[in-house]
């Protein structure tokens, strides 16, 4: 096994291709130890593959030391990239100095890597031009393969612009003597404008050259570009080069270097504007003397490239010459379609700009060439010149006042125009952040953020997505300080805040999301009328905004404020003339809200005859604006939801069986026929999940055949949830509902004296509701579900005989209360909690009837 497992890796090593199953049938008497052991042999190659490269993405040769390639004897290495080491080497039988670029012997492994190195050597070979750098030849020996170019003495670009970031040399004059003598001496010094302007300008010409020769670069970029000593600069590296006549779709799969792509790149697309892009993203550097994209993740380059995140060329030099600037933006534009066509054409641009004639980039204006006329023609012109001043003196006095006043007027204009401009684009910015944080990517486009819909319901949320929200709210602040009267601001303001809001329920941060809401309408009641708003649609934004506190008070179990936030809805949407059908839409849901309370609100509530009358009339109003609706197609959701919720809540007051059975199916029949409609609508299967899990287990333990319903209602209702809880894991309703359904299965198992099948899912729900702990610490509601999930499962073991299990359940119990902060320890849930666990220690509770506590 050892000598063939190394001939394999040799045969690997050295470019072969073998396979697994060929060694396996020559040698069937080892085909099992062959198949076990050969991939892992393999998997230890890669990882030594990997080891040949730096953190930068260049290559190294994983400890290997090279002196002599064939007849090359290497003398010093001068560069690395990620396909190989460049060495200066000595070929001894013609006694020249030349460069190799070694390929490192394991990347053999890697059959691209070879396919492209031989690509380079036939591709470059081919073309002979004074701007690209000659390759000379190919070879191998002992399994790695090189490549022979010419030995260049200079330097690379990338090196030339990195020392003048370092050193800050953007300001400094060319040296030109291919030294190092002091801090302000380059070779080249690329950042002044001509010296740069020269270089784009031949590279330029080399490219043209090679697409007129059908190949495209591809990796145009600093690294690539070497300046030898007279400071001609000469394109090398063309591994990822294309020949447009054997590809004549100008595609191919992404590589290169990411920072250097053109946008359309990352869909595949290259052509010969590709390259005129990498040029003028090189001549941006050497002028700007540092990257365009800097300091950002390989997930944000992408997309700071589509989007042009560059800064313009005057904000990071105020010398560089504009038509010089013009050119740059020109070759750097996102869309093919407005950068230069041809690389030619880049480089006939530049010579213009280096002979001082006008550049065919943009209209040159009459004055500017003028200009460009008088530094060629210097005699000329200061004689011209004097006539003309003579000539216009005359007139010029008597214009200057209204010249004056009038150019006063225009840049008042344009300041404000520019401000409005930059308000409506930071609008659209802030406006696009919000929707990538915080709606779901199926959700994009669909939804309207004016309305509860599922696609607000569902965020999949994140604490990421949290803390960008709460950053945006700052910045809304500064735009409307700016721009007073603009009601957009304030509305788009709302929407992020009631986004973010809902993440931070999703999260566990109620406080926080009751802290985001009451900021939201001191906001609106500060600078709605300010800003313009229609006075309908504040009430309507008011309305929403303490709906939204009445369900995250609620979920603190702090009804009091609910129903305050409840009513004080109601009441700012009553004081509206004329509602329309959004404005019924939150109305019918705030009634129903009140009439249709959670179902441990429904046990701590007085059943006193007023209270389930003014219930009854909460919901029948809810009926009657449900019913004066024409919803839209995101609206039918919320429309169905809330229907269904009333006729749940008439099944629950229902006295005769036959008429709660009927109105339960009223309910599931709603939800399931919208289901049928939209069958990735999250919100209505998620209240479906909670119209077949609202089982009363008190009135089913009286009858096998009932307590065989609510089981199979339960099981249903795990099924619809189970998909809800896998897409959004981190979901913190979902889990709390998931936890629910399986205590009150685990009750019904016990019921049966199915102990083991108790302890199975009592187990699952204290797992789920313990990542809910560990997830939000501090909440009190949190900690009582747990210590009654201790409870059950305390009652479970004592019914067992398990003394010590029961013990150390209820010593779980009691931790957990322990733990609630001293000033939610007085909430009445947890007083409550905290009588049953010390009536558990002291009595037990042995009737399962009685432990449908959650």
């Known amino acids: 096994m050892d000598i063939l497992a190394s001939d394999f890796v040799a045969r690997y090593r050295n470019g072969d291709r073998p396979t697994v199953e060929e060694y396996a049938n020559r040698h069937p008497d080892l085909s099992e130890s062959i198949r076990r052991v050969f991939p892992l042999v393999l998997s230890v190659e890669k990882v030594k593959v990997d080891q040949q490269s730096e953190g930068d993405g260049s290559a190294t040769l994983a400890g290997r030391v090279f002196e002599r390639l064939g007849d090359f004897r290497l003398l010093r290495e001068i560069g690395r990239g990620g396909m190989g080491i460049v060495y200066e080497a000595e070929q001894e039988s013609l006694g020249r100095r030349v460069a190799i670029k070694v390929l490192p012997k394991q990347s053999l492994l890697d059959d691209d890597a070879l396919q492209r190195f031989r690509r380079e050597a036939s591709t470059a070979a081919a073309m002979h031009h004074s701007n690209i750098v000659p390759i000379f030849g190919t070879g191998q020996c002992d399994g790695t393969h090189y490549l022979v170019m010419q030995l260049i003495r200079g330097e690379s670009l990338d090196r030339l612009i990195s020392t003048a970031e370092t050193h800050g040399k953007a300001s400094e004059p060319p040296s030109g003597d291919g030294s190092d003598k002091s801090s302000n001496e380059t070779p080249i010094q690329t950042s002044d404008c001509r010296a740069a302007a020269e270089i784009a300008a031949q590279i330029s010409d080399g490219l043209a050259y090679a697409h007129g020769n059908g190949v495209l670069h591809r990796d145009v970029k600093p690294a690539n570009i070497l300046l030898d000593e007279d400071g001609v600069a000469q394109l090398t590296d063309f591994g990822i080069a294309r020949n447009t006549r054997d590809d004549p779709t100008m595609t191919q799969a992404l590589s290169g270097s990411p920072r250097y792509m053109a946008p359309e790149r990352f869909q595949g697309q290259s052509d010969q504007r590709s390259d005129v892009y990498g040029v003028g993203l090189t001549l941006y550097e050497m002028l700007a003397g540092t990257p365009a994209f800097k300091d950002l993740t390989p997930h944000q380059l992408p997309e700071a490239i ?125 406006d696009g952040v919000v929707d990538v944080v915080s709606i779901p990517a199926s959700a994009m486009g669909e939804a309207d953020m004016g309305e509860l819909d599922s696609a607000l319901f569902l965020l999949n949320p994140s604490p990421h997505a949290a803390r960008v929200l709460e950053n945006i709210q700052p910045l809304y602040e500064r735009l409307a300080n700016q721009a007073p009267t603009r009601p957009d601001i304030v509305r788009q303001m709302i929407e992020a805040s009631l986004r973010l809001s809902r993440i931070q329920q999703q999260l566990g941060q109620t406080n926080a999301a009751i802290t985001t809401l009451d900021e939201s309408i001191e906001l609106l009641r500060t600078r709605g009328d300010l800003a313009g708003l229609p006075n309908k649609e504040q009430r309507l934004l008011i309305v929403r905004l303490h709906n939204e506190l009445g369900k995250v008070y609620a979920l603190k179990l702090d009804y009091a404020n609910s129903d305050e936030a409840y009513a004080m809805a109601i009441r700012s949407g009553e004081a509206v003339a004329d509602p329309d059908d959004r404005l019924k839409l939150q109305l019918a849901y705030a009634f129903v809200a009140l009439g249709d309370p959670p179902p441990q ?202 003394t010590d299990a029961e013990r150390e359940a209820i010593g779980a119990a009691v931790a957990d209360l322990d733990a609630i902060a001293p000033e939610s320890k007085a909430h009445p849930f947890a007083v409550q909690t905290q009588q049953i666990i010390q009536k558990l220690s002291t009595e037990g509770i042995d009737d399962p009837a009685n432990s449908d506590t959650l």
Request: hydrophobic content about 40%; overall charge positive; glycine content about 2%.
């Open 306 to 430: 589509k989007l042009h995140l560059i800064k313009p060329l005057k904000e990071v030099r105020d010398d560089v010459p504009p038509d010089l600037q013009t050119i740059v933006a020109k070759a750097i534009n996102p869309e093919p379609a407005h950068r230069y066509q041809s690389a030619s054409d880049l480089r006939d641009d530049l010579n213009r700009f280096l002979k001082d004639e006008p550049i065919l980039a943009r209209r040159t204006t009459a004055l500017q060439r003028l200009v460009r006329w008088r530094r060629r023609n210097p005699k000329l012109a200061g004689v011209t010149g004097i006539a003309i001043a003579s000539m216009l003196t005359a007139t010029v006095a008597s214009s200057v006042g209204f010249a004056m006043t009038s150019a006063a007027n225009k840049r008042t204009s344009k300041a404000l125009a520019q401000s409005e401009q930059t308000v409506e684009l930071a609008l659209q910015s802030l």
């Open 601 to 802: 609100r429904r046990r701590d509530q007085t059943r006193l005859p007023i209270e389930s009358r003014i219930a009854r009339e909460r919901l029948s109003t809810a009926k009657t604006l449900l019913r004066e609706l024409n919803p839209s197609l995101h609206e039918a959701s919320e429309v169905a939801v809330l229907r269904a919720r009333i006729h749940l809540a008439d099944s629950r007051r229902a006295k005769r069986p036959a008429i709660r059975q009927s109105e339960f199916l009223s309910a599931t029949d709603i939800l399931r026929e919208r289901l049928t409609q939209s069958p990735d609508d999250a919100r209505v299967r998620f209240a479906l999940v909670e119209v077949l899990a609202s089982v009363n287990l008190r009135r089913q333990f009286g009858s096998q055949r009932m307590a065989d319903e609510a089981g199979e209602r339960l099981h249903e209702a795990l099924a619809e949830l189970e998909p809800l809880r896998s897409i959004n894991p981190k979901t913190q309703l979902f889990a709390v509902s998931e936890v629910h359904i399986l205590h009150k299965l685990s009750n019904l198992a016990r019921s049966n004296g199915d102990f083991d099948l108790t302890l199975e899912r009592l187990a699952k729900a204290i797992a789920i509701q313990s990542s809910l702990v560990d997830a939000s610490p501090g909440s009190m509601p949190h900690r009582c579900w747990r210590a009654l999930l201790y409870r059950s499962l305390a009652e479970v073991h004592r019914r067992q005989g398990d």
